[in-house]
Each structure stands twice: as C-alpha cells, then as structure tokens.
C-alpha cells in the first residue's frame, strides 16, 4: 500500500497553492517511488516536500535506492510550477501597460480630431498601442503554455484541463543563507563522492551557487528599481494636478511602472528556480542547465523554454 505521500487521488479543480502542494502531486503519478518514499520516512519526505533539503543528511542518497528520481520529479515539478505562476502573474501588468497605451492613443485622436496634433504624432502613440497589444498577446500564449507544461510534468494531461495557482510567488527573503553554510553542506556532500563524480559535483556547486547569489542581487535590485518606479509615478499624478506635467507623462509613468512590476516577479521567479538548482546540486543532482537570469521582461519568453 502507498505511503501517504502518495496515497490521495486527484481532486476535482486541482489547487497547488505552495511547493508542497505541486511536490506531492509529482509524486502520485510516479508510482514507482513509493517505496523510496517509504524508506525515506515521513519526516524526509516532508522536509523535500517543503523544499527543505538543506536539513536532509545528504548520505540518504546513497543509502535509499532511487531517492535521486524523487528529488529530480520534486525539483523539476518545482520549477515547471514557479514558471507557470511567474507568467500568470505578470498577465495583470501587462493588461495595465496595454491599458495605459489605449488611453494615450484615444487622447491622440481626440488631439488630431480638433487640430492640435498630426497624423505623424499619432502614428506614433499607434504603434506604441500595437507593441503593447503584441506583447500581451505573447505574454497570454505563454501563460497557457506554462500552465500546459505543469500540468505535462506533473503527469495530469488529458486528466486536468487547468489547475489553480496562488495570487504570487512566494516572498523572497530579504538576506541568503550564509556562504559558509552552503559551503559546509558542499564538504560534507564531497566526503562521500569518488573522484570523478566529485569534481563534477564542485563545478555543479559552483555554478549553482553563483546564480544563487546573483539572483538574490537581482531580486533587491528589482525592488529598488519599482519604489523608485512607484515614486516617479506618485509625484508625476500630483505634478499633473498641479499642472506642472502633461496626460503623457502620466500614461508614460504608469506604463514604467507596470514594468517594472514584470521585471520584479521575473527576478523572484529566476531566484527560487536558482534555491531549486543549488539544494539539488548539494544533494548530488546534476540539472541539465542552471537558470539563465533573463529578467522579468523575459518572464513570457523564459515560461516558453
């Protein structure tokens, strides 16, 4: 009989609201890992299942016969689920840069209507409307497809047609773990690696917690960049109702911000996917590639990867 890690069937319309959630659903359709899952123990299988695998002997994987396969399912679920919510998420915003290049192009016909502006102006404010429609129609298609890739992963196809994600990433926390601690757990791991495979291993580490780290500078750096974003819009609305700026630099200064908003989830997006790859790694994983950092104006492209 499964061990209650894997034991629940499918409900009707699917939620996975935390990694636990999306962890646990790879698991039931590879039913091949339950007595992996069962020598593992209940205590090890929730510390995976939550994405605590710092706290796991890393000896266990020499130890549990196919405790490799549970990781892979686990992280790559992991990963197919931030991309699918970091692409779903980014939808509203660029809603509101579509919106705000709609109410630019509106005011510029009304302009070239009564004479104050020339059909060239608006061609212009035209084609800012059209980049913005694209890229809303781009950003749709590959929030479908991220949702399509899940729900492939997790072995639901043709089971589910959709499945409900939470309102946004989780939050990235505002320091890393210690170096030396990831270091401490990548000694431990290379005392029980032979010669080869721990070399392999360090380069792996290596590159992982270098993305790590660079993702977490990226994440702080994003923020910084949406409060200053934030502010710039905050203070062009009271310029404008003191008449010190025009409707334009309004549109312009939401449009900004809205992106800005975009580049901050495809920052908190790569840095989760990069804690995945790096406690992977510490664990004896090898990923196939380790995240890219694209950005969050990359957030519609990346989720198509």
């Not at 492939?152 to 939470?166: C, E, N, W």
């Amino acid at each position: 009989m499964p061990p209650p890690a894997v034991q629940d069937t499918v409900a009707e319309g699917l939620k996975l609201l935390t990694i636990e959630d999306v962890t646990r659903q790879a698991w039931r359709n590879h039913r091949d890992l339950a007595g992996s899952l069962a020598r593992l123990g209940a205590a090890n299988v929730a510390l995976i299942a939550a994405g605590r695998w710092t706290e796991i002997d890393s000896g266990l994987q020499r130890r549990v016969d196919g405790m490799d396969e549970v990781l892979s399912v686990a992280v790559q679920a992991r990963k197919a689920w931030l991309q699918a919510l970091a692409a779903r998420q980014a939808l509203a915003q660029y809603r509101s840069i579509l919106d705000a290049a709609e109410a630019a192009s509106e005011l510029g016909q009304r302009m070239v209507n009564v004479g104050n502006w020339s059909a060239l102006q608006q061609a212009r404010v035209q084609l800012v409307q059209s980049s913005a429609q694209m890229n809303l129609t781009r950003a749709q298609h590959a929030a479908t497809q991220a949702q399509a890739r899940l729900i492939k992963t997790l072995g639901l196809t043709g089971q589910v047609a959709s499945v409900t994600l939470p309102e946004s990433l989780p939050e990235v926390p505002p320091q890393i773990v210690p170096l030396d601690a990831w270091q401490n757990k990548a000694l431990a791991l290379q005392a029980q690696l032979p010669g080869a495979e721990g070399l392999r291993n360090q380069a792996n580490i290596t590159m992982a917690l270098a993305a790590y780290q660079a993702s977490h500078a990226l994440v702080k750096g994003s923020r910084d960049a949406l409060k200053t974003r934030a502010f710039i819009n905050e203070e062009t609305v009271l310029h404008y109702n003191g008449m010190l700026s025009s409707v334009w630099d309004v549109l312009d200064a939401a449009r900004s911000q809205s992106q800005a908003l975009i580049d901050a989830i495809g920052a908190q997006r790569d840095f989760w996917i990069a804690e995945a790859d790096l406690q992977w790694v510490l664990q004896g994983g090898e990923p196939d590639s380790l995240v890219s950092l694209g950005g969050g104006g990359e957030a519609a492209a990346s989720a198509a990867h």
